[in-house]
């Protein structure tokens, strides 16, 4: 478990908010990206934002376009998790595929604020912030070991040994 701040937003963070659709077509690095993220929502926040902290929002997180991005963009910040009352469809996968964890949690998303510190347990379904303690579903193992891996690729290089 790591800590982190709470980056705390609303219902409905779609993802031109998150990854500003002009740059799709680009080919950035990852830090490129990351200096990106949320720039239409939040522009402080890629100069400020700390690997481990965690994105707190709302209802439909990631809805919009299925842009991949939206997750890569966040996961190369250093976002530990996002956590949501509810996902978009296509942006949960996106993330699991891309290796950044997003768990529905409305509780902590009703108690929770921005600045907040938090820890979470994957395995074991705990978020951990100021003594108090909010659960969801454990994370399978399976998708414990693609988040491991940093990803659906790699998890699949790894298990079938590609080269």
Partial sequence: MSKGKVWKYGDDVNTDVIYAGKYTYQQLKPEEMAARALEDLDPGFAKAVKPGDVIVAGKNFGCGSSREQAAACLRAAG?????????ARIYFR???????PVLQC????????????????????KILSGGRVFTFPPLPESVIGILEAGGLLEWTKKKHQFR
Avoid: C, P, R, T
């Avoid at 976002?79 to 996902?87: L, P, T």
């Avoid at 996106?94 to 950044?100: C, F, H, S, V």
């Fill in 79 to 87: 976002v530990q998790a996002v956590v949501a009352k509810s996902f």
């Fill in 94 to 100: 996106n993330a699991i595929n891309l290796g950044l």
């Fill in 106 to 125: 409305a509780e902590a998303v009703d108690q929770l604020n921005a600045g907040d510190e938090v820890e979470i347990d994957f395995a074991g379904g």
